[in-house]
């Protein structure tokens, strides 16, 4: 529940006290009786009119971008093209990242100002699979898979990664997929293994494929379906 000027200036671009003027003028209806005291608790569900139009919470937002190299997956940078640089939304200081990449890598990058959902998405207990196209610098070797498997020892790190899956395209380029997202980690995990990323790519998060029409620097709002499945 919410007071009702609260919910008015939440749903509208009106200040509390502009809202409380409209109330004290007789201007706001509660499923049509008008509204006298702007500390009235409302639930969301009643029709609630300014000036006899209905007003709504706005609906949370999420978008995906292909990041292209160069941006940094932040909300403000003073040398950089942000992520959110490339979002035209209203209300865009509400947008938050969920799940960085590096500034070099490219890719599905997820954005929203539902919390609750970024959260799911990237707290440390979430066992969401993100899968990578990893360009390698050297060509794999047969132990790769299984010490992946295994669970990979990062450096600086007191436990092993979870274990990995590595699907082979050709002897440099891997799809990887891990369900876990420290600092650098695909980075680290393929210096761990003697090798290093020249190109890193995310084409997944969890049910969510990068839409191949994306161009990069592109992007679009996710289906509800998209939405939905990250649970
Ligand atoms: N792992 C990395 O090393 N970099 C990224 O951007 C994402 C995962």
Not at 38 to 62: F, M, N, W
Not at 79 to 107: C, F, K, M, P, V
Not at 197 to 213: F, K, M, N, S, Y
Request: proline share 4%; aromatic share 6%; glycine share 6%.
């Amino acid at each position: 529940m919410l007071r009702l000027d609260k919910y008015i200036s939440n749903a509208t671009d009106l200040s509390r006290s502009e809202v409380k003027r409209y109330i004290k003028f007789g201007d706001v209806t509660i499923d049509d009786q008008p509204a006298t005291n702007p500390a009235q608790k409302v639930s969301g569900t009643e029709s609630i009119c300014i000036d006899g139009s209905a007003i709504h919470l706005p609906q949370s937002r999420y978008f995906m971008l292909n990041k292209p190299v160069g941006v940094v997956s932040a909300t403000k940078d003073n040398n950089n093209t942000t992520a959110l640089d490339l979002i035209y939304e209203h209300r865009s200081a509400e947008l938050q990242i969920a799940g960085r990449l590096d500034i070099d890598t490219t890719g599905l990058l997820l954005v929203t100002d539902d919390g609750q959902w970024n959260h799911r998405l990237t707290s440390p207990r979430s066992d969401c699979q993100k899968i990578y196209r990893v360009t390698l610098g050297i060509p794999i070797t047969a132990d790769y898979q299984q010490k992946l498997a295994n669970g990979v020892w990062l450096e600086g790190e007191k436990h092993p990664c979870l274990p990995a899956t590595m699907d082979i395209i050709d002897d440099r380029t891997v799809l990887l997929s891990i369900a876990e997202g420290k600092y650098h980690q695909v980075k680290r995990m393929f210096a761990a293994l003697g090798n290093h990323v020249e190109a890193l790519h995310r084409t997944q998060v969890g049910g969510i494929v990068l839409d191949p029409l994306l161009e990069p620097g592109d992007y679009r709002a996710l289906t509800e379906e998209e939405v939905a499945s990250i649970l």
